[in-house]
């Protein structure tokens, strides 16, 4: 799938959909890994977004971005969370997603390396975490076709990962 997504103009079969739905039934289907981490998931959004876009591949880099969060979260300050943040940028007919974890920041050399196939930033630590390294080479690869942004900030106290998604038309007619 990667290799189709890197090498071929994928057909997506984009439809209208609500973006935070998803994002909370993704949420849903992690509970078990959030317990297992003792971290909790704070949402920072309209209810409804409606975008246009393929949920399967969308669905996946939320999945992507999501257990990453999950595997990486660590107590900053006293804290320990995952939010998830959605921005209406109707000047650019998108909307901006972002999943944030409090911990540690990536590495400046690792940030754009993290989107290379096979790439983990700290081979000792996750040698048994079950990821194949592929996750964010798959992400790159969606937004590249879909020709939208994508990427990851440093933050204070953690790491910020996000992605834009075409607005539905009634979105943007309603803006």
């Given at each position: 799938?990667?290799?189709?997504?890197?090498?071929?103009?994928?057909?997506?079969?984009?439809?209208?959909?609500?973006?935070?739905?998803?994002?909370?039934?993704?949420?849903?289907t992690?509970?078990?890994?959030?317990?297992?981490?003792?971290?909790?998931?704070?949402?920072?959004?309209?209810?409804?977004?409606?975008?246009f876009?393929?949920?399967?591949?969308?669905?996946?880099?939320?999945?992507?971005?999501?257990?990453?969060?999950?595997?990486?979260?660590?107590?900053?300050?006293?804290e320990?969370?995952?939010?998830?943040?959605?921005f209406?940028?109707?000047?650019?007919?998108?909307?901006?997603?972002?999943?944030?974890n409090?911990?540690d920041?990536?590495?400046?050399?690792?940030?754009?390396?993290?989107?290379n196939?096979?790439?983990?930033a700290?081979?000792?630590?996750?040698?048994?975490?079950?990821?194949?390294?592929?996750?964010?080479?798959?992400?790159?690869?969606?937004?590249?076709?879909?020709?939208?942004?994508?990427?990851?900030?440093?933050?204070?106290?953690?790491?910020?990962?996000?992605?834009?998604?075409?607005?539905?038309?009634?979105?943007?007619?309603?803006?």
């Amino acid at each position: 799938e990667l290799t189709r997504l890197e090498y071929e103009k994928r057909e997506f079969n984009n439809t209208t959909f609500n973006i935070v739905e998803l994002e909370k039934e993704i949420v849903r289907t992690s509970q078990v890994m959030l317990e297992e981490k003792d971290a909790k998931v704070e949402f920072e959004t309209d209810d409804k977004i409606d975008v246009f876009a393929d949920d399967m591949y969308i669905s996946q880099i939320i999945i992507n971005y999501l257990t990453n969060a999950i595997k990486h979260v660590k107590e900053v300050d006293g804290e320990k969370y995952i939010k998830i943040t959605n921005f209406v940028l109707p000047e650019i007919g998108k909307a901006r997603v972002t999943v944030f974890n409090t911990g540690d920041n990536i590495s400046k050399e690792n940030l754009s390396r993290i989107w290379n196939r096979f790439f983990k930033a700290d081979e000792a630590r996750n040698r048994d975490d079950g990821g194949s390294g592929i996750g964010l080479s798959i992400v790159r690869a969606i937004m590249n076709n879909y020709g939208n942004d994508f990427g990851v900030e440093n933050k204070e106290n953690g790491v910020e990962f996000y992605f834009e998604v075409d607005l539905s038309g009634e979105n943007l007619s309603n803006v």
